[in-house]
């Protein structure tokens, strides 16, 4: 089964410098989710999309944006890049769909995950 | 906002004994709450979630138990094997919008030794 894409899988760059991570959800999810993991930490969440529109919104520095685009791809863009940016992106996908109660129970599937040194 | 505590951080066990892993949560709203398998430098990926309108679920040697009114839900496993060797995140969230963010526990590695 298709499964979250991202890239690139690895990055290295230098502070003060740019990057932009690429997310690509499994087919006909239409939900996108970017978290941030440190060193032997939980995944902190950034930034999430429904149908192109930003849905809920994180810990994300002002220093970062994203969006999601109309074939439901995703980017993150970073700016000037601080040694604390170092840290595993992972994008997460699900498809929206709500239940009876009017929740949205949907199971986030994970990427592999792009792993950012900033040097 | 929401905040989930896990405990323990490190849990060692032998072949074939259970292991325990729990969970608070802040936010009595919240109504999902997912548990995440992730081995080194691999994705998390979803073993089990629970709503808050079941107190149990079950799927072979694993099971999740939920207590609302203490806001608290435990991860179990049974018969633990080399494999499950991991860390295990807890997460909780009030889904009520598509997009809405799962808040993690830090954590807790388990080490299954045969």
């Known amino acids: 089964a298709a499964g979250v894409i991202q890239s690139p899988r690895h990055l290295i760059k230098e502070k003060r410098e740019t990057a932009t991570l690429k997310c690509y959800p499994i087919p006909r999810h239409d939900t996108v989710y970017w978290y941030q993991q440190g060193p032997g930490q939980d995944p902190q969440f950034l930034i999430s999309f429904y149908e192109k529109m930003q849905s809920d919104k994180g810990s994300i520095p002002d220093r970062f944006s994203a969006q999601q685009f109309s074939d439901y791809h995703s980017e993150l863009n970073m700016s000037s890049l601080e040694l604390g940016d170092s840290a595993l992106y992972f994008c997460?996908?699900?498809?929206?769909?709500?239940?009876?109660?009017?929740?949205?129970?949907?199971?986030?599937?994970f990427g592999p995950g792009t792993r950012l040194t900033v040097l | 906002g929401e905040n989930v505590e896990q405990h323990p951080s490190t849990l060692s066990v032998q072949e074939g004994d259970s292991a325990v892993i729990k969970c608070t949560y802040s936010?009595?709203?919240?109504?999902?709450f997912p548990w995440y398998k992730q081995e080194l430098g691999k994705r998390p990926q979803l073993i089990i979630d629970?709503?808050?309108?079941?107190g149990e679920k079950k799927d072979q040697r694993i099971a999740v138990t939920l207590n609302k009114t203490a806001k608290h839900f435990s991860l179990h496993i049974t018969e633990t094997q080399p494999e499950d060797s991991a860390v295990y995140f807890c997460?909780?969230?009030?889904?009520?919008?598509?997009?809405?963010?799962?808040?993690f526990g830090k954590g807790t590695t388990l080490s299954v030794s045969s």
């Open positions: 936010d009595s709203a919240s109504n999902y």
């Open positions: 997460a996908s699900s498809l929206g769909v709500r239940d009876r109660e009017y929740y949205y129970y949907n199971e986030q599937f």
């Open positions: 997460a909780a969230s009030l889904p009520r919008q598509a997009g809405t963010a799962l808040i």
């Open positions: 629970i709503r808050s309108n079941v």
